[in-house]
């Protein structure tokens, strides 16, 4: 006999055998009434997701759509019985062996999108829909009164009226007390555009220590996207994000929120609105934790800016990303909400390491664990190399990559440019080998 399983079941998985015996259903390999099952259904799909899109320069290059299609595909031909897993502590050799599985599969399938629609209703990749993160996120993620001013947000709209609008800000300054004062930036980033796509260029403001009035502190990261020196007049920037950092909250650990925005003018009015990215026709934003394992991620910017006397952008050094920096990194323990970080596997750099397979300099180098195994792990699609990355950093490759290819991890290291490409190949093989099937990723899809 044979059964579908699920009406929507796409063409890519086969036909499944029912297999009728004493007291139970066997269906993908999982008994439903009894406890005598195999998981080789579940290598099997572990074999297809991570199936390379192409190769280059040796490495395997994996579709971020596809990985996520492919989930989707799956999780919803799974029975019901088979789903629940994903919500149960493994506490049983079934559960065990198929927990942080089905935990990835779900949480990839939920940012994959129905064929007719535009969007996925969870493309931000938040454990509830983008539009029910938002009502219950929407609370922290206020701008301040002046930052929500037409007649600041009208400055932003040219470089020309840029000084005016920091102006405003270091009149609003005057008003506060030091340890409440805004810190701006101006920079070109170095990895990736704006939200808008249009820029590197950002004007960062950051709010630190505001009460609320449940007793909880809530620091502020708001990033406007501004036009830098060399682009033609004609682009005019309009996202924004903002990172909402909550701490000393009343009965639960840290929290972060995080949101995209449009500035948009309405017609009716003139004022200028914050409209959520997430409520466009096409939304450019994307999961959240792919890039911000960390909340607020330090700052290394291609250049920063200042006001030269004519008012025009100029590249000029500045004293406050030590500081900034200082502040991100002490958010290592802050998660993002309604995120299911652990569904996203072990941390890069976890490998009990075969002394042959490397040289004792970068062995001593593959210890991202020791600083990213709980708190900011670097963990699935990071050690990864994705078209994501391709399309969207200006390095073409993933942030981790970048970093450590630049020297910048890990810290007060000494190797060499050819160490460091050769450290970035041995911690992804060790973390996902696909052409073996091995690595500490799969190794913790399985369950071991």
């Known amino acids: 006999m044979w059964i579908r399983g699920n009406a929507k079941r796409v063409s890519e998985f ?3 055998p029912l297999a009728l015996g004493v007291g139970s259903l066997t269906l993908f390999g999982f008994s439903l009434r ?3 099952y195999d998981t080789a259904w579940r290598d099997t799909e572990i074999a297809k997701i991570f199936t390379p899109l192409a190769r280059k320069d040796g490495q395997a290059i994996f579709s971020r759509q596809g990985m996520i299609a492919r989930c989707r595909n799956l999780w919803i031909s799974l029975p019901a019985e088979v789903k629940g897993i994903a919500h149960r502590a493994p506490s049983t050799p079934q559960t065990k062996d198929l927990h942080n599985f089905l935990s990835f599969v779900e949480a990839e399938a939920r940012m994959g999108r129905e064929p007719s629609a535009t969007r996925a209703e969870g493309a931000l990749g938040f454990m509830d829909s983008d539009r029910q993160y938002w009502e219950s996120s929407s609370p922290y993620l206020v701008f301040p009164p002046l930052l929500a001013q037409t007649s600041f ?4 709209e040219s470089p020309a009226t840029y000084p005016d609008a920091l102006k405003m800000i270091a009149a609003h300054n005057r008003m506060l007390p030091p340890e409440k004062r805004w810190t701006t930036l101006l920079y070109r980033s170095q990895f990736i555009r704006s939200v808008d796509q249009t820029s590197y260029g950002r004007l960062l403001i950051f709010i630190p220590d505001e009460v609320d009035a449940d007793g ?11 036009a830098t020196p060399d682009l033609a007049a004609t682009v005019h920037p309009v996202s924004v994000s903002m990172i909402a950092v909550r701490r000393q909250l009343p009965a639960s650990p ?3 929120y995080l949101a995209d925005f449009f500035r948009t003018r309405n017609t009716g009015t003139g004022e200028i609105e914050f409209v959520p990215t997430m409520f466009a026709k096409r939304d450019p934003s994307t999961n959240c934790f792919d890039c911000h394992k960390s909340p607020v991620i330090a700052l290394h910017p291609a250049e920063t800016f200042a006001f030269d006397r004519a008012g025009r ?3 000029m050094p500045t004293t406050v990303l030590d500081e900034l920096n200082h502040r991100a990194l002490g958010y290592r323990d802050v998660s993002l909400a309604d995120m299911n970080q652990a569904a996203f596997g072990p941390s890069i750099g976890t490998a009990n390491l075969d002394p042959a397979a490397s040289t004792e300099r970068i062995r001593e180098a593959m210890k991202c664990g020791a600083c ?6 670097l963990n699935f699609p990071m050690p990864l190399a994705t078209d994501a990355d391709m399309d969207a950093f200006a390095q073409k490759q993933s942030l981790a990559k970048t970093y ?4 910048r991890m890990p810290p007060n290291n000494d190797l060499t440019a050819e160490e460091r490409q050769i450290l970035w190949k041995c911690l992804s093989k060790a973390y996902l080998d696909p052409d073996k099937g091995t690595g500490t990723f799969v190794d913790w899809l399985k369950g071991n």
């Not at 947000?153 to 932003?156: I, K, N």
């Not at 990213?372 to 792990?377: L, M, R």
């Open 14 to 16: 086969r036909l499944l």
């Open 34 to 36: 009894a406890p005598v």
């Open 153 to 156: 947000l009208s400055c932003l």
């Open 216 to 226: 909880s502190v809530t620091d502020r990261w708001i990033q406007f996207a501004i």
């Open 254 to 256: 840290p929290m972060a």
């Open 313 to 315: 952008l100029s590249p």
């Open 372 to 377: 990213h195994g709980q708190a900011t792990p």
């Open 404 to 407: 450590i290819e630049q020297g």
